[in-house]
């Protein structure tokens, strides 16, 4: 079971970005900028700490999350999608005029008990 996966039009997106720049990662802060969008970096652009909570990968990108804003989400599935519009972030598909966003759903019984949630 998968707690966070992507939509085939922003896989798309990621697989461009990944050929530009190379390995990437995607972090939800739930901070300043585009509060709890996912972001995506260059690997190494982004510092992580113990503070930050792996959730899975999606199209070969980790796809890490602050723990307190994991706190907010622990009991949803995380689909990352994408769609036109300047984002207010230091996130790469911004100067494409797109952004990421997240979909969430509560998770089902069957993933609450895999997840331990």
């Avoid at 990437?24 to 972001?39: K, N, V």
Wanted: contains cysteine.
């Amino acid at each position: 079971m998968k707690r966070v996966e992507i939509t085939e039009e922003a896989a798309k997106i990621v697989k461009q970005l990944k050929m530009k720049h190379g390995d990437l990662i995607f972090h939800q802060s739930g901070g300043c900028c585009d509060g709890s969008a996912p972001m995506i970096f260059e690997k190494g652009d982004m510092y992580l700490d113990d503070s930050d909570i792996l959730l899975g990968e999606v199209e070969g990108v980790n796809f890490y999350m602050n723990q307190d804003q994991f706190e907010y989400w622990k009991h949803t599935h995380l689909m990352v999608d994408i769609t036109k519009g300047r984002g207010a972030s230091f996130s790469l598909e911004i100067p494409l005029g797109l952004r990421f966003l997240i979909h969430s759903r509560l998770l089902t019984a069957e993933e609450a008990a895999f997840f331990n949630t």
